[in-house]
């Protein structure tokens, strides 16, 4: 079966645009779960969407914002890019429904300069 | 707030060893324990998953085990080779702030096996 797809790999933007990632969950999986990952904060969980809403949230600001379509495709948007927003930004998908684990993404690599 | 654990950060070990990483933590209410794997660069490739009803898994080389009541897990790798290095981290799924399923992560341990 397809993996879980995110799209673009990745993407060099300048400081004060706005960047639109993109993840594709596995086949039948309601659940998709952003995280960031940058070399001196590890994974942090910004927002998981279950069935087209919001049910988790991380600490960050929010200049960092999500959706998820019918579809469960969903979509993560950061605006006014800082500098410190470069990192790998990695999506899961779960069925959401506990004890079935998750899978992840190759994920984003996001660079503002 | 689940926090999880895991040492040593770093671990270096010839090759052909056999190796035990340790992840605990500190709620024991979940629903899972999975173990990651990721290279350098890239995203994070699933393990073992645990169940919170079993006590192990094992596929191959590897082997996780769950301890709730002590909330602890160990990936034992068998035979260590240099394929083997990379970032190992485990992350338990429990319930969020919010009353919801989340998977909590922790900082991993970096391992290198030395030919």
């Known amino acids: 079966k397809a993996g879980v797809t995110q799209t673009p790999r990745y993407l060099i933007k300048t400081r004060g645009q706005q960047v639109t990632l993109s993840c594709s969950p596995i086949?039948?999986?309601?659940?998709v779960s952003w995280y960031q990952q940058t070399p001196g904060q590890g994974l942090q969980f910004l927002f998981e969407?279950?069935?087209?809403?919001?049910?988790n949230k991380g600490n960050f600001p929010g200049r960092f914002s999500g959706r998820q379509f019918s579809n469960s495709r969903s979509e993560m948007n950061v605006s006014t890019l800082e500098l410190g927003d470069s990192a790998l930004y990695l999506c899961?998908?779960?069925?959401?429904?506990?004890?079935?684990?998750?899978?992840f993404g190759s994920g984003t690599r996001l660079t503002v300069v | 707030k689940q926090e999880v654990t895991q040492i040593p950060a770093a671990l270096s070990v010839p090759e052909g060893e056999n190796l035990v990483l340790n992840c605990s933590f500190t709620?024991?209410?979940?629903?899972?324990l999975q173990w990651f794997r990721q290279d350098p660069g890239k995203g994070l490739t699933s393990l073992l998953l645990i169940q919170s009803s079993q006590r192990e898994q094992t596929s191959g080389r590897l082997n996780a085990s769950l301890d709730k009541s002590s909330g602890r897990s160990t990936l034992y790798i068998a035979a260590s080779q240099p394929g083997d290095s990379a970032t190992y981290l485990c992350?338990?799924?429990?319930?969020?702030?919010?009353?919801?399923?989340?998977?909590?992560f922790g900082t991993g341990t970096r391992l290198t096996i030395i030919p």
């Open positions: 086949s039948g999986h309601r659940s």
């Open positions: 969407y279950f069935s087209e809403t919001q049910r």
């Open positions: 709620d024991s209410a979940i629903y899972n």
């Open positions: 992350a338990a799924d429990g319930v969020s702030n919010f009353g919801n399923e989340k998977l909590t």
């Open positions: 899961a998908s779960s069925k959401g429904q506990g004890s079935t684990g998750y899978t």
